[in-house]
Each structure stands twice: as structure tokens, then as C-alpha cells.
């Protein structure tokens, strides 16, 4: 029995069997093989060729299918390195038939010559290197028989996927069926592959390090979220013990929960972030005050083609009705930066949190973004819909997000199809900017929802899945704490409802800062609901309001982080939920 | 290549030279003729059919560029090669 420490993101625990995904760091080859292998050798290259050029085709089609021909054309560059007589296919056979390197590490030797060679010369030759490094891991990959996508099939049951890290889009394709628990070696508490575990209810552990390598398939293994570990050949007490733990957490998740009221007296309305309709129907008995956040962007990543309109308009009806009459909060695509598949946009975007990401996006590819307008027109008139754009700047980027929208309904008008008139429209609050000139765009949105994570990121320009600077993405730092102040008055004072919808809201650790902001609408993954309510029976209004003060007048975040933490330990003593 | 059955000489027009897009398509209209085909810039040539070859000649607009052919349909090839080129690569 061995035990890894990592960052738990999402709890719980998973008694399983790891299943490896994409490319765990793995040692690069360099073996050579008897003269007698040469022969097999090369039929595995050629083999391993086939495969990935298949791949790359099908994800050329999946990508055309959602963003356009020309998303599409790029990837097929890609092919053309694979078809690369000259530079590529030659050399390699020629390493294996001539040096008698065995294929995976023929490949390697000569995909890093290639890399040596583009680096000496002058850009953009040398940002082609991501695209080789992918093509090499690709095959690689094939080579050394690691999957690279998972099919549901092909997993067994209780499988923890092992990886180095994992993309949104192989998180969302993950099968829940099949996928109890997740462990990576990189990636961040708030990057989005741990939002979308926690949303999928998945336990998940990450930053476990290079030792994950280790791990072979198959192994046994335990995600233990609440002492933050994998435990990989756990012996017969451990499973016993883990898996008691688990029945004793599953009956206590299926209780409701009471109000959200503070010891003051105020209460808190309680929204849930949703990424599917899955589990709708179990939300609506938790007690909570609607679907505050219900991101559409797993509605088309995983699939083969854009999803229709009317399959759209049958996923939000289905959602609209489930909540009827509670509000539900619908946000229209918000692709880009690491939502999307990086191939694409690093391949054009040397820096997409800055680049074509969100309602740009959206703006840039209008027919894929009006398809998705007219579904959540015609499904509005099924229930409470509530139309939210995404990273909106200001008021004028807010109308023309609009214009879209009456476009759309005067399209739907025109061929005589029904659709609620005035579905209100709400703004995302993610650019610091949006809370500096907040007063003519609140003056607009029917209703405004703040995006921490990324309001946090921009403010204090850091990449919350950068390892090396993930320690600055700080929620309590003074600055942003004075943009959600801003914002919070700004939102009284035009009388509109402001939402906070970012992983803050479904920390305890923020619940009085919120509160004492005035911020009482919170919207949380569903299995945040319970403790955030808990937590929130432990506040007194005034004791908050005088927290924020402290924190709004810190010189920095240690100092901020330090009123925070004397405000928890003097209110209580801290309880786990283990 | 000696002797070739083709030749055609053309300037690059378009404005960013020849560069990931533009490559791409000169290995995609060279890879549907028979006819091996190189690209020669002054000392310098590449194979039309390796993406990496010509990537790498990355040359700025105005650059004179030769295609040569040899083949059964090495005209056609650097025929379709030059309008491409000369046709700014469609941007």
C-alpha cells in the first residue's frame, strides 16, 4: 500500500481500478531492438501512422462540424506532417531499419531533431513545435497502446482515470456509468476540469505529481478526497474502511436542505450551477431558489456534430420545465481559453485567455450563436428562462449581444413560431473592467452575474492552472474584493438582482465576505448547496460587514487572508465533514 | 532533379509570405499530382510533398519562387502551383 498526496477538488471517495488516460509523463524510449524485430517494428510504425491519422480526421470532423471549415481546415496541417515523406516517414523508417530503434523511440529521436531545427530559426517556425510535440505524443501514445480517448465500452466499471492532466472536453466525454474517480498529476483547484468533476460529482485529486507515472493500469486503487490522497494497492481494511465511508456519505447527500438564513435574520437565495440535465429532477427537491448558472458549453463538446436547434431547444425545455416556475439561468456558449479544444486555439491564439474566447467567439461565429438564440427563445416558453452572455465588457457590447437576440426572435417571429417576448437578459461581470463602467450597463441588464474565477484571473493577471503562479489566484486579495464591492453597489442602486456564480460562492471559506458585500444570491455546484447553508446559520451580519471592512482596507492578500482566517477561528472551531 | 520536365517561376504576392496556410496548400495541390516537385529559392529547395520542407523555407513576400517538375503531369503541376501562388493563395 502506498500513499500519494495531492489537492482534493472535488470530494468524496472512489474505491476503483486505475485506468490510464492520454500521457502520463513517461520516461522517453530509447531501446533498440534485435535485427530480427526490424521487420515488426516498422509494421507497427506504419500501423501506429494509420491510427493517428485516423484520429485526427475524426476530430477534424467533429471540429468542423462545431466550429466551421475553417477550425477544420487547420487541423489538416496536421495530416500533412503524417504524410511527410521527406521530413518525417523516411527518416523514422530509416531509424528503425538502419539503427534498429525500436518504433516509439525512432519516433522521439526524430520528432526532437525536427523541434532542435525549428527552434533555431526565426518565428513563427518555431511556434509550430506544439503541433510536432502533439503529433509525437500522438503516436508515441498508439505506440505504446495508452488510449487517448476514452469510449464508454472500453472502460471497465469503477475506473479511476489516472492522467497527467485532463482537458475539459475529456472530462465531459468521461462516462459516469463507468468513471468513479479522477487523478491527475498537474492542474489546479479551480481550473475547469475540477469545476466539471465537482459538477459531475466525480471525486477528483490533482497537483499528485510525477510519482502518478508510476501507477500502473489496472492497479487498485482509492480516491480519498478528504485526506487528500490516492491510495494505490490498498489492502482489505482500507477498501472496508473506505467503502463504509462511502455508504455513510451517500445517505447523507440525499437529505434536503433547510433555509439559508443568517443568524442576523437575512436569507440567502441558493442557485445551482448545472452542466446537463442529468440530474434536474433530484435538484428541484434540495430546496433551492432556481438554476442560477446553466453552462451550454457540454451540450456540444463530446459529441460528433453542433448539436440542432431543435435538439437544443429539447435539452433547455427539458431543463425549463424540470424547474418550472423557478428561475433558470441559461448562458449562451462560452468557448475559448481552456474550454475548447486546445489544438485549435493555440494554433492561432498564442494567448487565449486574452484571445477570440466567449461572446467574441460567439460574435465571430454569428450562425452557431443565432441557432443556439432561436432553441432558447422557442424552449422559453415552458418555464422561467433567463438569458445570461458571457465576459460581456460594457453596455455596448451588452446591446449588440441583444440585437442578436431580437434578431433572432424576429426570424422565429417572421416564420410564425411562438417564443416568450420578454425573456430577461443578464450580463457575466468577468472583466474588471465591466465593474468599473457597471452603472450604463446595469442601467441595461434585466440582471447581472459575476464570474469569479475569471473576474479574479483578469484583475490579478494569473492563471489559476499555471502550478508556478497558482498561489496568487486569490479571492480574498483587496482589489478584488473592492470590484465585487463596486459591483454589489452598483446592482442596489438600479434595484437589479446580482448573482455571484464563480467557485467563491460554493467556498465556506467566502460565505461571509459575500455576505458581508451585501451579496446574497449565491449560485453553487449542487454538491456545495449543504455546507454552504451551514456555514451560512454561522454568520451575523455585522460581524461580516466589519470583516469586509478590514479586508477592503488590507495593504495585500496575506494581510486580507489574515482577517479572513481570525473571523473563522473566532466564530468556531473548524469541522470537517468527515 | 537535373533535368526537369517543368518549370515555372513566380512572386510570392500575398502579404504575410509564405507561411503555415500557404504551405499547407502548396503540399495539398503538389500531393494530387504524380509529379515530384520541387520548390527552389535561390540556393535553397524543398520537396512540395513534405510540409516541413517547405514550412521551413518561410520567405517573405516578393520572393521569387521556382517550381519544378518532373513527371507524366509535371506541367500540370507547376501550372496549378503558380496560379496558387500568383492567385495570393486566395486570402
Known amino acids: ?578 | 532533379m537535373t533535368t526537369a520536365d517543368a518549370t515555372v517561376s513566380v512572386t510570392l504576392q500575398n502579404a504575410q509570405g509564405l507561411h503555415a496556410r500557404p504551405s499547407a496548400l502548396i503540399v495539398k495541390t503538389a500531393n494530387s499530382f504524380s509529379a515530384k516537385v520541387q520548390l527552389r529559392i535561390g540556393a535553397r529547395s524543398a520537396d512540395c510533398k513534405s510540409i516541413m520542407e517547405v514550412m521551413m523555407l518561410a520567405s517573405p513576400r516578393g520572393t521569387e519562387l521556382v517550381f519544378e517538375a518532373r513527371g507524366n503531369d509535371a506541367a500540370a503541376a507547376v501550372s496549378a502551383l503558380a496560379s496558387l501562388v500568383a492567385g495570393g493563395f486566395g486570402e
Open chain 1, 1 to 578: 500500500m502506498e500513499h500519494l498526496g495531492g489537492i482534493t477538488v472535488s470530494d468524496g471517495i472512489a474505491v476503483g481500478v486505475a485506468v490510464i488516460l492520454g500521457s502520463v509523463e513517461r520516461d522517453t524510449p530509447e531501446l533498440q531492438v534485435s535485427r530480427s524485430r526490424v521487420p515488426r517494428e516498422l509494421d507497427r510504425f506504419e500501423g501506429a501512422v494509420r491510427d493517428v491519422a485516423q484520429d485526427i480526421e475524426e476530430l477534424r470532423e467533429r471540429t468542423k462540424a462545431t466550429l466551421g471549415n475553417d477550425a477544420g481546415s487547420i487541423i489538416n496541417t496536421y495530416l500533412m506532417f503524417l504524410q511527410d515523406e521527406v521530413s518525417i516517414l523516411r527518416p523514422i523508417r530509416s531509424l528503425i531499419s538502419e539503427q534498429r530503434w525500436e518504433a516509439a523511440s525512432a519516433v522521439v529521436r526524430r520528432f526532437r531533431d525536427l523541434m532542435e531545427e525549428l527552434r533555431g530559426l526565426p518565428e513563427p517556425l518555431p511556434s509550430r513545435i506544439p503541433d510536432l510535440l502533439d503529433i509525437q505524443r500522438r503516436l508515441v501514445d498508439k505506440l505504446q497502446g495508452v488510449t487517448a480517448t476514452t469510449h464508454a465500452g472500453k472502460l471497465p466499471r469503477n475506473s479511476v482515470i489516472i492522467a497527467d492532466d485532463l482537458t475539459p472536453t475529456q472530462t465531459a466525454a468521461l462516462d459516469r456509468q463507468h468513471v468513479i474517480g479522477i487523478a491527475t498529476a498537474h492542474g489546479g483547484p479551480v481550473s475547469h476540469t475540477a469545476i466539471l468533476a465537482r459538477h459531475l460529482g466525480i471525486p477528483a485529486l490533482v497537483g499528485l505529481g510525477s510519482e502518478l507515472g508510476r501507477v500502473a493500469a489496472g492497479t487498485p486503487v482509492i480516491v480519498d478526497g478528504f485526506h487528500q490522497r490516492l491510495v494505490v494497492e490498498p489492502t482489505a481494511p482500507a477498501v472496508r474502511n473506505a467503502r463504509a465511508r462511502l455508504r455513510r456519505l451517500k445517505n447523507r447527500a440525499l437529505r434536503a436542505v433547510g433555509a439559508a438564513r443568517t443568524r442576523s435574520g437575512t436569507m440567502l437565495e441558493i442557485f445551482v450551477n448545472i452542466d446537463s440535465d442529468e440530474s434536474i429532477k433530484s435538484l428541484k427537491s434540495l430546496g433551492i431558489a432556481g438554476v442560477g448558472l446553466h453552462r451550454t458549453e457540454y451540450l456540444y463538446l463530446g459529441r460528433d456534430h453542433t448539436p440542432t436547434e431543435d435538439e437544443q431547444t429539447a435539452h433547455y425545455t427539458r431543463i425549463l420545465k424540470a424547474m418550472a416556475p423557478k428561475p433558470v439561468v441559461i448562458r449562451t456558449m462560452d468557448f475559448g481559453s481552456d474550454k475548447w479544444d486546445p489544438r485549435i486555439h493555440s494554433l492561432r491564439e498564442p494567448n487565449p485567455a486574452l484571445g477570440l474566447r466567449s461572446l467574441r467567439l460567439s460574435f465571430a461565429y454569428g450562425e452557431i450563436f443565432k441557432t443556439q438564440l432561436r432553441a432558447l427563445l422557442r424552449a422559453s416558453i415552458h418555464g422561467n428562462a433567463h438569458i445570461l452572455f458571457p465576459m460581456v465588457s460594457d453596455a455596448e457590447e451588452f446591446a449588440r449581444a441583444r440585437a442578436c437576440l431580437t434578431e433572432a426572435a424576429s426570424g422565429l417571429q417572421a416564420e410564425g413560431v411562438s417564443f416568450r417576448e420578454a425573456v430577461p437578459t443578464g450580463a457575466m461581470m468577468e472583466l474588471p473592467v465591466t465593474a468599473l463602467v457597471g452603472e450604463s450597463l446595469f442601467a441595461e441588464a434585466d440582471f447581472i452575474s459575476i464570474g469569479s474565477n475569471d473576474l479574479i484571473q483578469y484583475a490579478l493577471a494569473v492563471d489559476r492552472t499555471n502550478r508556478d503562479v497558482a498561489d496568487l489566484f486569490v479571492p480574498h486579495h483587496p482589489g478584488v474584493l473592492k470590484l465585487l464591492d463596486m459591483a454589489a453597489r452598483t446592482a442596489r442602486r438600479f434595484n437589479k438582482p446580482i448573482t455571484v456564480c464563480g467557485e467563491m460562492a460554493g467556498l465556506g471559506l467566502y460565505t461571509p465576505v459575500l455576505l458581508g458585500l451585501g451579496l446574497t444570491r449565491l449560485s453553487m455546484a449542487p454538491s456545495r448547496v449543504r455546507d454552504i447553508v451551514e456555514e451560512t446559520r454561522r454568520c451575523d451580519d455585522e460581524a461580516c460587514r466589519a470583516l469586509v471592512q478590514r479586508m477592503l482596507e488590507a495593504p495585500g492578500p496575506q494581510a486580507a487572508g489574515r482577517a479572513l482566517r481570525a473571523h473563522h477561528e473566532g466564530g468556531r472551531r473548524s469541522t470537517r465533514r468527515d
